[in-house]
T-cell receptor, first 120, second 111 residues
């Protein structure tokens, strides 16, 4: 199974709402990622979890709150978003770097289908 | 700061043509490079991963090459088909977990 699943597929929310995005993989990967992609732009890294611990936060505003409750699940909690946060949110997973590789990412990233978020 | 550029931004070809997509990066100190395809409004599908120590990788009709010293990678698609129509993205890894994506090439293969 090389699948990363994301729910919901589409989400419309107001600026005062609280919602969550969910991502799941059962490939045994211990690194999981959140990316944000605006229309006709490349994905931009937001967060990375490695072994359920937050490894990278790319200076993302606090209205985005990631959570990794176990090795298969990754959530992104949303609160008080702005219309400019409307985008496709992509989850990905991979094996974490091996010590033998000097901590370098050597494995393929597998992406989910994304959640299309619209903030009104 | 690593910058990744893809040329051309868009490409339209008749079915059956062989074609080359280009990816350029400004910092040659990369660890690996991946090529992805993305269908409209969908997630990314990994096509090929080239480690920094490798020169090329092949999968079916796809061949990707890497020249670190010149900061370039190419994706060669043989005998293009309408089903190849998608946006193709390259991504370089310059550190643990950090992939920087290129600007993408939108490919349309005409039947």
């Amino acid at each position: 199974d090389t699948e990363v699943t994301q729910t919901p597929k589409h989400l419309v929310m107001g600026m005062t709402n609280k919602k969550s995005l969910k991502c799941e993989q059962h490939m045994g990967h211990r690194a999981m990622y959140w990316y944000k992609q605006k229309a006709k732009k490349p994905p931009e890294l937001m967060f990375v979890y490695s072994y359920e611990k937050l490894s990278i936060n790319e200076s993302v505003p606090s209205r985005f709150s990631p959570e990794c409750p176990n090795s298969s699940l990754l959530n992104l909690h949303l609160h008080a978003l702005q219309p400019e946060d409307s985008a496709l949110y992509l989850c990905a997973s991979s094996q974490p770097p091996l010590r033998a590789s000097g901590g370098v990412s050597t494995d393929t990233q597998y992406f989910g289908p994304g959640t299309r978020l619209t903030v009104l | 700061k690593q910058e990744v550029t893809q040329i051309p931004a868009a490409l339209s070809v008749p079915e059956g043509e062989n074609l080359v997509l280009n990816c350029s990066f400004t910092d040659s100190a990369i660890y690996n490079l991946q090529w992805f395809r993305q269908d409209p409004g969908k997630g990314l599908t990994s096509l090929l991963l080239i480690q920094s120590s490798q020169r090329e990788q092949t999968s079916g009709r796809l061949n990707a090459s890497l020249d670190k010293s010149s900061g370039r990678s190419t994706l060669y698609i043989a005998a293009s088909q309408p089903g190849d129509s998608a946006t193709y993205l390259c991504a370089v890894s310059s550190g643990t977990y950090k992939y920087i994506f290129g600007t993408g090439t939108r490919l349309k293969v005409l039947a």
